[in-house]
């Protein structure tokens, strides 16, 4: 299973980005996804998670109603829009994908099976 990440780069505070991760080499559908960020020197943070049938989590005190996690089942895609970006969003953002489990979503980086490489956020003020 591999896992694509864009949409990454360099934008003002207030401004807005949509990052996208496509996943190949495996069952997308059957797969929560979830987004993390790790910023320089510090550890990888969940931001965003997405079960199979759409159901979503956020990082409420980060996020703050600013991000929004979609999917399309029929693009093997996960889409992570970004608003009212702030200098804190500054970071690496990685996709993750996890394998079917039974629960709720998941909020912890070790729990997901799969990786990108991440997309770099610049947020400037």
């Known amino acids: 299973v591999q896992l694509q990440a864009s949409g990454g780069g360099l934008v003002q505070v207030g401004g807005s980005l949509r990052l996208s991760c496509t996943v190949s080499?495996?069952?997308?559908?059957?797969?929560?996804m979830g987004w993390f960020r790790q910023k320089p020197g510090k550890a990888r943070d969940f931001v965003a998670a997405i079960s199979r049938r759409g159901a979503s989590l956020y990082d409420t005190d980060s996020v703050k109603g600013r991000f929004t996690i979609s999917r399309d089942n029929t693009e093997n895609t996960v889409n992570l829009e970004m608003m009212q970006l702030e200098s804190e969003d500054t970071a690496v953002y990685f996709c993750?994908?996890?394998?079917?489990?039974?629960?709720?979503?998941?909020?912890?980086?070790?729990?997901?099976?799969?990786w990108g490489h991440g997309t770099l956020v610049t947020v400037s003020s």
């Open positions: 993750a994908a996890m394998l079917p489990r039974t629960g709720p979503l998941h909020l912890a980086s070790d729990d997901y099976d799969f």
């Open positions: 080499g495996g069952t997308f559908s059957t797969y929560a």
